[in-house]
C-alpha cells in the first residue's frame, strides 16, 4: 500500500492550497485518513482527520480555514486550505488506516505518504 500525496507550493498569506493524497495498492478497505503537518524543529501534529463515514475533527489552529474531505471511490482525501498563515508553514503528511491484503493475508496498516511542502510567505 503507499500513500502519493501532491499539491503543496509557495503561497501568500491569506492564499489558497489543495492537498490531495492517493493510496494504491491491494486495499480492501480504509478506515481513518488525515493530514499531519510538521515544522522545521517541531514534531509532527494532527491537522484534521476524516473517518469512513465522513466525521471530521479539526486542530483548533486551523477550524474554520481548514475543510478535509476524502472520496471513497478514489481512495483519496484532500485537504482545502485557505487563509493561510505563516505558521502553517510545514511538511503536510497524509496518513491512513488501511486494512490490506499480501500473500492471501489480511494486514492493518498505518501509512504514511512522502510528505509535501507549504510555504507561506508574509
Known amino acids: 500500500v503507499q500513500l502519493q500525496a501532491s499539491g503543496g507550493g509557495l503561497v501568500q498569506a491569506g492564499g489558497s492550497l489543495r492537498l490531495s493524497c492517493a493510496a494504491s495498492?491491494?486495499?480492501?478497505?480504509?478506515?481513518?485518513m488525515g493530514w499531519y503537518r510538521q515544522a522545521p524543529g517541531k514534531g509532527r501534529d494532527l491537522v484534521a482527520i476524516i473517518t469512513s463515514s465522513g466525521s471530521t475533527n479539526y486542530a483548533d489552529s486551523v477550524k474554520g480555514r481548514f475543510t478535509i474531505s476524502r472520496d471513497n471511490t478514489k481512495n483519496t482525501v484532500y485537504l482545502q486550505m485557505n487563509s493561510l498563515k505563516p505558521e502553517d508553514t510545514a511538511e503536510y503528511y497524509c496518513?491512513?488506516?488501511?486494512?490490506?491484503?499480501?500473500?492471501?493475508?489480511?494486514?492493518?496498516?498505518?501509512?504514511w505518504g512522502q510528505g509535501t511542502q507549504v510555504t507561506v510567505s508574509s
Open positions: 495498492g491491494s486495499i480492501l478497505r480504509i478506515d481513518d
Open positions: 496518513n491512513a488506516k488501511v486494512l490490506g491484503s499480501e500473500y492471501g493475508s489480511l494486514i492493518a496498516l498505518n501509512a
